[in-house]
């Protein structure tokens, strides 16, 4: 009977904390938009984060119908560029700041993570219908450099312990059709840091930025031009955001041997993690795992980003290849065209509500929901947004 007593307190106390938490946040957010308030707010840059933010835009104009939000997936790099000519009202980066843009971005630019998510080796081998070709840093690292050139190379058979993909790459005596990006991207920026830090050879030839000069393979622009690429064209291996394979899919009959299972799930790797002791596969859990070590030791949000990395973090459960994904965000609103105080006061809720409410719908798409720490550092860098030198919410 006490067991049953017990029981039932805490299935009442798990019942009610949501509902707690929720009212107290309610209570300090900024005000909503009014119901005769109409503005189109501009936005652009990462592909990585796009699924997400588009996901945002559908649900906050449902709830406000007068507020619209325009965001072209044109690349992190591109984004920055718009964010620093003060061409839109805000942009997302999967790659902070580095000491060059910080010279270029408006004084005192905020940095708000939105959201984290995991970068996945995605591949299209004949005889290869499913994910967990296992993959370590340095392999990756010499298919991208053009020094592993075959798929039955031995290095790649060594690593494999399922028999069905073993003979697959023994059969298999074809060239690798290396995949990466043509524009200037955060997922490459994330990418290219993470063979960095496993291989001394990538680090010291290639090195890492939004853009690196690829020693080999085919270029596609976005997250979805490499996945169109490499679905499309067999004995191909790229890099995209998680959401990106799970979304797409790849004929079999046209691109991947031919054998006639119609349309499946597009394949990606299991990479080999930090400690040295599994092979993971990418998922909302172990890309959690990767973040948890970073989040107590991240700068304020107007504070310096560039070197901030969540790649090869230690742990058995952290996959090895992920990111933060940020808003670039004026704390002067009155610098931007068009933008007047209430605009500006509504841009306030909007980016607050992406980071609080708008959290909710992360896990469905694979992004990690932000933790508590992250949003109370994402809502106090919210509170330094001013018009014309007032402040347009205060943190509580």
Known sequence: MTKKVFLGLALMLILLVPTT???AHAASAPPAPGDSDKYNYNAGGSTFAYP?????????????PGITLNYQAIGSG???????????????????????EIAKAPKGTLTIPESMGAIVVTYNVPGIYKNGLKLTGDVI?????????????????????DSSIIKALQNDRNKINVVHRSDGSGTTFAFSSYLSQVSSAWNGKIGHATSVPWPTGM???????????????????GYVELAYAK??????????????????????????????TAFLDATVATTAAAASGAVSSLPAADGVWSNVSINDAPGPNAYPIATFTYLLVNPNLEQLSGMSQ??????????????????QYATKLLYVPLPSTIQELDEKGISEIKFNGQQLWSYP
């Open 21 to 23: 938490v929720l009212s």
């Open 219 to 237: 270029g596609g622009s976005g997250n979805a031009g490499v996945a169109a690429i490499v679905k499309k064209v067999p004995e191909s291996i």
């Open 52 to 64: 997400i933010v588009d996901k945002w835009r559908v649900q906050y104009h449902a709830l406000y």
């Open 247 to 276: 979304q797409n899919t790849m004929n079999t009959l046209t691109g991947n041997a031919g054998v006639g299972l119609g349309a499946i799930p597009m394949t990606y790797a299991y990479v080999q993690n930090h400690d040295k």
């Open 342 to 359: 209430q605009k500006a006061q509504d841009l306030v809720h909007m980016l607050y509500w992406f980071v609080t409410d708008g959290q």
């Open 141 to 161: 690292a010499k298919i991208f450099m053009g020094q592993i050139t075959k798929w039955n190379d031995p290095s790649l058979i060594k690593l494999q312990t």
């Open 78 to 100: 591109a984004g920055i560029k718009l964010f620093t000519s003060k061409k839109v009202d805000f942009a997302g980066t999967d790659a902070p700041l580095q000491k060059s």
